[in-house]
């Protein structure tokens, strides 16, 4: 007898391959059968007739490093149909944790992963990688996590926000925290290199970190230093890293940003081509939107946050002597993101969530808005802002265009990433407002460019959000619809199945997945998640 049995749907196994229509029988956290399961019997019977049934999604690209702890339904995940985030991404990481430079981790988070959770609430009550894992092991959730190790994190707890290139001491010293992660269980290293403290580290120094994962077979995953003018040749930075250390490369959510190099897409391609045949194993990953999300504080230079981190680059806005130097280099990388003036570049650019109650009312309004609302120019406007807030302020920012960004997402060897935290309409995360792919990525996969675009077949949208993050990240019997692997399993309305969240409301569930199963526990049935269904689990890296 089986515990569940799907009966009446029509099977996307995940692989590409056409549909066929059968039965999944699953047994505690297993699929146990595929077939025609009609003399079987079974506990509980989810009829999907009309209906699609597919592997969960993986979400490739997440910052839930966090949120999965203090917020355990992931109801947006869930009303998406993944079952499964992928943490620690663009190197920014919350494990390990060093006494000395605690506090700069805890700063540096609040302004980068941490949005909805009240600060007041904040804490990282481990030290070691492995106990992070542990820590999160231990907390009931209702997906999965797949645990990547953060190149700032362990570069903060080993240096601070120290500028200078790694002592061989030093280096020595990261290569093992990288050891003792991927010894835990991580399934990838990640660099965030327009972030700190990636802004501080070069390719000899990443290719080094580089060659500590070189021994367990995962890849080097990066938010390359450049997505505008400069891409191609931080594209080339990234292959010389992979070379140098004899690892694969995954790109982070790729796309091109200057709109200098808007529709020129080919030649993208043409630039992955090139590095894959070279003999380099590249992979990447794209979120289905024009505009993207980032700290305000990533507007300034780097240079203000050394040494001390995100309460240095503070103290330089309150001081009237260094004052003028930091509003000249926000000026500077505003225009460096190909633009003519600093004016035009911030008009692309609005408040998307602030922590505290009182800047509430910034949300959803332009740079050059509170400018004007203020009485003063943009760039002051900045530097007040993130005084006022403490640089707990996260923008939006269009970052490419339509044609581009559906040609990389329609490409069949492209993944799927959020780039954004699980969150909830209830509880520690309903707060504030944030980017609509948080709730929306993979119901926009499934309506804009299957149902209405035709851009993509069901069964090759299935395979991009499904089997070849399994595939990229090496998880164990996961992304297939296949008797023996783990019964992560989404049924959905193809027809029906759409994305709700919008820029002006963007936390509104998807809706057309009409059931979610992990590990074999039924955590979606007809539509409505069962907030006592906490199956999820930390998938680490097989040893």
Not at 51 to 61: A, E, L, R
Not at 279 to 285: A, F, K, S, V
Not at 327 to 341: P, V
Request: contains cysteine; hydrophobic residues 40%; charged residues 25%.
């Amino acid at each position: 007898m089986f515990d569940i049995k799907i009966i009446n749907g029509m099977v996307i196994d995940g692989s590409g391959k056409n549909r066929y229509r059968a039965d999944v029988g699953i047994t505690g956290d297993l699929i146990a059968a595929i077939g025609d399961l009609s003399t079987a019997k079974a506990k509980k019977t989810v009829n999907a007739d009309g209906k699609i049934v597919t592997p969960g999604f993986i979400d490739m690209h997440t910052h839930s490093d966090l949120s999965l702890l203090y917020d355990s339904l992931a109801s947006a995940r869930i009303y998406n149909g993944v079952t499964t985030d992928v943490i620690g991404n663009c190197g920014v990481g919350v494990a390990p944790v060093s006494e000395k430079t605690k506090d700069l981790l805890l700063k540096y988070l609040t302004t980068r992963i941490v949005g909805s959770i009240p600060v007041d609430h904040l804490d990282l009550p481990w030290t070691t990688y492995e106990e992070y894992l542990d820590y999160a092991d231990k907390k009931p959730t209702a997906i999965n996590m797949v645990p990547l190790v953060a190149q700032g994190a362990i570069r903060i707890h080993e240096m601070g926000f120290d500028g200078t290139p790694a002592t061989a001491e030093q280096m020595a010293h990261m290569q093992e925290e990288i050891y003792k992660a991927m010894e835990a269980g991580a399934c990838g290293l990640t660099s965030g290199l327009v972030y700190l403290p990636g802004l501080y580290t070069d390719e000899d120094e990443l290719a080094e970190l580089c060659k500590a994962i070189k021994p367990y077979g995962v890849k080097y995953i990066t938010h390359q230093r450049d997505e505008g003018s400069g891409i191609y040749e931080s594209m080339e930075e990234a292959f010389n890293i992979c070379r140098k250390a004899d690892v694969g490369l995954h790109i982070s959510h790729l796309k091109l940003t200057d709109p200098k190099h808007w529709g020129c897409v080919g030649k993208l391609f043409a630039k992955l081509k090139e590095g894959s045949d070279s003999g380099l194993d590249i992979t990447y990953d794209t979120y289905p939107y024009t505009s993207g999300m980032s700290s305000l504080a990533s507007l300034v230079p780097a240079w203000c946050f050394e040494g001390g981190g995100v309460a240095h680059m503070l103290e330089l806005l309150r001081d009237p002597n260094q004052r003028g130097n930091v509003q000249e280099g926000i000026r500077k990388k505003m225009i460096d993101f190909g633009y003519n003036t600093c004016e035009e570049a911030a008009a692309s650019f609005k408040v998307a969530n602030v922590t505290a109650d009182s800047g509430k009312w910034m949300e959803g309004k332009s740079l050059p808005e509170l400018a004007e609302l203020r009485g003063t120019d943009v760039v002051t406007s900045i530097c007040d802002i993130l005084l006022e807030q403490d640089s707990k302020i996260q923008v939006r920012m269009i970052c490419q265009q339509d044609s581009d960004m559906e040609a990389i997402t329609a490409n069949p060897e492209s993944m799927v990433g959020s780039d954004s935290m699980c969150m909830s309409n209830k509880g520690i995360m309903a707060a504030g407002q944030t980017h609509p792919r948080a709730y929306g990525t993979q119901g926009m996969i499934l309506r804009h460019f299957v149902r209405e675009k035709g851009l993509l077949t069901l069964e090759s949208a299935v395979r991009k959000m499904a089997a070849l993050p399994a595939q990229t990240l090496c998880l164990d019997r996961r992304g297939l619809l296949r008797e023996g692997y783990f019964a992560d399993v989404v049924v959905l309305d193809a027809d029906t199945v759409r994305d709700n969240a919008t820029y002006e409301h963007s936390k509104v569930y998807t809706s057309g997945i009409d059931c979610v199963i992990v590990n074999g526990g039924v955590a979606m049935e007809n539509g409505v998640q069962d907030n006592n269904v906490l199956m999820g689990r930390v998938l680490r890296r097989k040893r």
